[in-house]
């Protein structure tokens, strides 16, 4: 069973090719972290926010991403950000067309 971690919050900017520009590196860090298999980078210029779906192995590596993360977060002067892990219903999520199996 996956884990999926939602992670909202306030964010000036940039957005867009900007904020590729800026957090390409940040992207690719990502990758190398212990159980991680995917994120979808999420944005709203509208509402001032911004964050992330990503999608873990195990719970425990969900919960040590949460940890690292949050201390990343506070280094950009991010200290209210949303994190939420949940369990996927694998037998739902694929009549819903999910690229996991």
Do not use: C
Not at 11 to 34: F, R, T
Not at 52 to 58: A, C, L, R, V
Request: hydrophobic share 35%.
């Amino acid at each position: 069973m996956a884990y999926l971690l939602q992670v909202d919050f306030k964010h000036e900017g940039p957005y867009g090719d900007e904020m590729a520009d800026v957090y390409s590196d940040l992207a690719k860090s990502i990758n190398e972290e212990p159980g991680f298999l995917w994120k979808i980078w999420t944005e709203n210029q509208h509402s001032n926010e911004a964050g992330g779906i990503y999608i873990f192995e195990t719970k425990e590596d969900a919960e040590k991403y949460v940890d690292k993360h949050t201390k990343r977060l506070s280094g950009f002067g991010i200290t209210n950000a949303n994190m939420k892990i949940f369990e996927i219903n694998d037998k739902l999520s694929q009549i819903t067309q999910s690229p996991l199996k």
